[in-house]
């Protein structure tokens, strides 16, 4: 039964997603909340960052932060943890951004953002010599931990404020994060979530997983990366111990996990092909977890039970959702008699957590009954207020839907393509606009990948179209990350799996793909690299 649990929408500082942390402080203090670059933060340390990073955020006028946007220009150091708490803490919207981002990309996403104060560490303030002074907002925080403020009014210390005492109250629609994603038009879309889609989503992490202070969390994703909320506010939620996995060992963490026995591991699915290519995923490797959540991209069923034959104390669980619901909306968790999505090799998403609504849609935006396949659309209490600064687009993607069961309600269409079976367990089909066409006939390249990896015997292993001519793709191109078999031995495995058309035109092998910033395989670049000289890398 559909089960809607909404937080009040009068303003409160609970539905502040600093308010755990704050809580914490005052009951926890010397409880280690976050270990980065080789340093431990208590909760009572942590809270006094957080507090005086709202008070030079409030210092001109309070009330007018409240809903403001505040950026995160940020590496993996301390600054941004004490970034985001701050801006949450004074009642701000944070706007996390990339530092790897190339400077006209980070130029756009400033101008979009339309921030009234940014927070850089030392990586965020090389990333701004690189832009043009009038596309920098005037107030200018960091690098935190030097303890000095650069910009508004000019060079006091950021230690001799006095910090906010407790997180600003805000509502239920309040504005907590915006995240900019990939856009189809090439252009970045910002994604405003808001406390009662977080709050909403946290309650469902407490009834799955009830974290403790005993608990050792993993911290893997970019915090642009909507993946981090998850990271961040959870562990903080449950008085856990947040452990920031250092660049150099975010696609090999194996020693991090060991070494600091690490009870809760949170990444996408890539990292167990990686760990399983250089061998370190063997059977009880990971004995101290208890819980691992995968989300972002397919999970492989071959890789969910080499991970869980690593952690053989550990749930495995495969959870599914846009950024537009808020992080993930739906899971699976792998058991005895996996859900596998059929002729795909995947774990099925499953069902929808409490409070989320899934339906398939065709076209004309009608509902679909089980076993058809169509758009995935979401409804329900995680579904993101829009996106910041485009209603048309907005418009577009969160339409209201009159559904024959469930009556007129805001759906959100994803883009991806599902199908629900007949026990309402659904399953991810691919990308609607990974659709192609060649020779006339309509291809899901993820179909297609899904029959690289049991060919190739790895999961690194994508196709593309190409090349591509006025819209047009007159063929596909595989490519395949480590593996030990060659590639005409590829191909005729999958001209006994595929239609013809099916069948890429040649395999290109790398030692590894390259991954986008949030460690998925970039599908993008591949392309481009072989639009680039015609025939591959």
């Known amino acids: 039964m559909f089960d809607l649990k ?44 957080a507090g005086k990073v709202a008070a030079w955020l409030q210092a001109a006028e309070p009330e007018k932060m409240l809903g403001a946007r505040v950026g995160v220009l940020t590496s993996r150091t301390l600054d941004t943890y004490a970034g985001i708490l701050g801006a949450c803490w004074s009642g701000a919207s944070y706007v996390p951004i990339n530092a790897k981002l190339p400077a006209a990309r980070l ?3 400033l101008a979009r953002g ?43 210390m950021l230690q001799d404020l006095n910090p906010v005492p407790e997180p600003v109250a805000v509502s239920a629609d309040h504005c907590a994060y915006v995240m900019f994603t990939s856009g189809t038009t090439g252009l970045p879309k910002g994604v405003m979530v808001s406390a009662g889609n977080l709050w909403c989503f946290l309650d469902c992490m407490r009834r799955l997983y009830r974290l403790g202070p005993e608990d050792r969390v993993s911290q893997f994703s970019e915090v642009s990366f909507d993946f981090s909320v998850l990271d961040l506010f959870f562990a903080w939620d449950g008085g856990a111990t947040l452990y920031t996995v250092p660049e150099r060992q975010l696609m090999a963490p194996a020693r991090f996990i060991q070494e600091n026995k ?50 053989p104390n550990s749930v495995v669980d495969n959870h599914y959702g846009p950024t537009e619901a808020t992080v993930a909306c739906s899971f699976d968790r792998l058991s005895a008699e996996p859900n596998v999505t059929p002729e795909r090799g995947i774990v099925a998403i499953g069902k929808p957590y409490s409070g989320m609504r899934m339906a398939v849609v065709d076209e004309a935006g009608s509902f679909l009954t089980a076993g058809k396949t169509g758009e995935l659309a979401l409804s329900g209490s995680q579904v993101a207020l829009g996106y910041f600064g485009e209603p048309e687009l907005t418009a577009r993607r969160f339409r209201k839907l009159e559904h024959p069961q469930w009556g007129l309600a805001t759906w959100y269409l994803t883009g991806d393509l599902a199908r629900e079976d007949h026990s309402g367990c659904f399953h991810h089909l691919g990308r609607v606009d990974h659709q192609v066409k060649v020779l006339g006939h309509r291809i899901e390249l993820e179909e297609v990948d899904s029959h690289l990896r049991n060919a190739c015997g790895c999961d690194a292993a994508v196709a593309v179209a190409w090349p591509v001519r006025q819209g047009i793709a007159e063929g596909l191109v595989a490519f395949v990350g480590g593996g030990t078999l060659d590639s005409s031995h590829i191909l005729e495995n999958l001209k006994q799996r595929v239609p013809p058309y099916m069948v890429p035109q040649r395999i290109i092998r790398m030692e590894s793909l390259p991954l986008t910033p949030n460690g998925k395989i970039d599908r993008r670049r591949l392309a481009e690299s072989l639009d680039q000289d015609g025939t591959g890398l």
Do not use: M
């Not at 909404?6 to 203090?29: G, M, T, V, Y």
């Not at 690189?130 to 650069?150: A, C, H, N, Y």
């Not at 250089?278 to 208890?290: A, I, N, Q, W």
């Open 6 to 49: 909404r937080p009040p929408l009068s303003r409160s500082n609970e539905l502040n997603c600093a308010f755990s942390l704050s809580r914490h402080a005052i009951n926890r203090p010397n409880q280690i909340a976050l270990v980065v670059d080789g340093d431990s933060y208590s909760y009572a340390e942590l809270a006094s960052f």
């Open 107 to 109: 130029a756009n996403v």
């Open 114 to 156: 339309k921030l009234e104060a940014l927070i850089v560490d030392e990586t965020g303030v090389k990333c701004l010599e690189q832009l043009e002074p009038d596309l920098i907002p005037q107030r200018i925080l960091g690098p935190i931990t030097s303890g000095r403020k650069k910009g508004g009014n000019g060079g006091v």
């Open 262 to 311: 690490l009870t809760f591991w949170a990444s996408v699915p890539s990292v167990i092909t990686f760990l399983d290519r250089f061998k370190l995923l063997r059977p009880g490797v990971f004995p101290s977890l208890r819980a691992s959540y995968f989300c972002g991209e397919p999970l492989a069923l071959a890789s969910a039970q080499a991970w869980q034959q690593a952690a």
